[in-house]
């Protein structure tokens, strides 16, 4: 998810020189107990251990940076952003609140855009991480990509693995919040869901804009048509701003009710 807070101003563009005055700026503002180091695109902050420290960098940044570039994103964040790696729920409640004046209304972690800030609880793992990363590199390169998928293509990550040279989502928590609100006449109609404003879209109490975002992404790429459909939806986003109708030629529908019909016989058949 992506929220708005305040803290600092944002660093001026000019690629290492701006990472380095980031990483001097925001040394000065933590103090001692943090570790702070460049992971291309992103300055991380973090007061894990070293060893879990240099895993979080390499191996869950470096590696989803590296991934996403590769499918999806032809700019990185067009200035720079750090990410607060904290190591469990007090550290993260307590330092969100004295860097950020902040009480987190989730668990997990979140982007705030206005302080050019990944804000993360580490420890419940690098789900949430490899999603919020997805949330700066779309606003650089897909900046009229509505939110329905901004978040889709977030969440499909938050489970994910390396598949072939690419990144590919998994099954994961939110299908069973999907079934069960569609056994309960819970669902979102996609023609609906792809036409929410943001505000319509994080209106979600329940979860399942959430979810049905997640598994229509998840169902285009059962068929290989998610990096496809990712490129023609940002070169089409002026004339086709819901992506319905890019998506309906893309994955070889004639309207957004005849894949409706296909993909809920595909979630019915998906398995946790």
Avoid at 22 to 38: D, E, H, N, W
Avoid at 75 to 86: C, S, T
Avoid at 165 to 181: A, D, S, T
Avoid at 222 to 235: I, M, T, V
């Amino acid at each position: 998810m992506t929220v708005s807070c305040t803290l600092f101003a944002p660093a001026a563009l000019g690629g290492e020189n701006a990472l380095q005055k980031k990483v001097q700026q925001v040394r000065a503002i933590v103090g001692p107990g943090f570790a702070v180091a460049v992971q291309k695109p992103f300055v991380v902050v973090s007061d894990q251990s070293e060893e879990d420290f240099r895993y979080s960098r390499e191996h869950t940044i470096g590696w989803a940076v590296r991934l996403l570039k590769r499918d999806f994103f032809d700019k990185d964040p067009h200035r720079p952003l750090v990410i607060y790696l904290f190591d469990g729920k007090d550290s993260y409640r307590k330092y969100a609140k004295r860097f950020f004046d902040d009480e987190p209304e989730t668990p997990f972690g979140y982007y705030s855009e206005s302080d050019d800030a990944l804000i993360m609880n580490i420890a419940t793992g690098g789900g949430t991480l490899v999603h919020e990363i997805v949330h700066p590199f779309m606003e650089a390169d897909f900046p009229k990509c509505p939110a329905w998928y901004n978040e889709g293509l977030g969440s499909l990550f938050e489970a994910c693995r390396e598949h072939n040279g690419h990144i590919e989502g998994l099954v994961n928590w939110r299908l069973p919040v999907l079934k069960e609100g569609l056994r309960n006449g819970q669902l979102v109609p996609l023609k609906k869901l792809l036409a929410t404003t943001s505000d319509e879209f994080y209106a979600d109490p329940g979860g399942m804009h959430y979810a049905e975002a997640r598994y229509l992404l998840h169902y285009v790429q059962s068929r290989g048509k998610l990096r496809e459909f990712h490129k023609q939806f940002k070169a089409h986003a002026t004339t086709d701003p819901t992506g319905s109708q890019t998506l309906c030629r893309v994955v070889g529908f004639k309207s957004i009710a005849e894949l409706q019909a296909d993909w809920l016989i595909w979630v019915a058949n998906l398995k946790s």
